[in-house]
Nanobody, 124 residues
Framework: QVQLVESGGGLVQAGTSLRLSCTVS????????MGWFRQAPGKEREFVSA????????NYADFVKGRFTISRDNAKNTVYLQMNSLKPEDTAVYYC?????????????????WGQGTQVTVSS
């Protein structure tokens, strides 16, 4: 099994930054990709960004390009999401995901493992 634990959420003002972290434990050798999704109240879970453990190749949703950056620290089994220039519409629960595939899918149903989520609230 694989366990994911997110941290770093909080309440911030628009225009500021936050960095989310997700640490993976358990059968980490089975994981090829890590990703971030988010879900706002009343909305479906949506893709934010993903990264391959090995190559570091990344994928981003259009609405975060230029503002968010995903990175990983293989030695710490941790993936990060640096979020800059935050907007009120970025308010959501952010979920970390992991998968044995290298596809970097934007579809949440194609990711096998999930964290419990961390709340990000951006005030205007």
């Amino acid at each position: 099994q694989v366990q994911l634990v997110e941290s770093g959420g909080g309440l911030v003002q628009a225009g500021t930054s936050l960095r989310l972290s997700c640490t993976v434990s358990g059968r980490t050798f089975t994981i090829a990709s890590m990703g971030w999704f988010r879900q706002a109240p009343g909305k479906e879970r949506e893709f934010v960004s993903a990264i391959r453990w090995g190559s570091g190749r990344t994928n981003y949703a259009d609405f975060v390009k230029g503002r968010f950056t995903i990175s990983r620290d293989n030695a710490k089994n941790t993936v990060y999401l640096q979020m800059n220039s935050l907007k009120p519409e970025d308010t959501a629960v952010y979920y970390c995901a992991a998968d044995p595939s290298t596809v970097l899918s934007k579809l949440s149903r194609e990711w096998d493992y999930w964290g419990q989520g961390t709340q990000v609230t951006v005030s205007s």
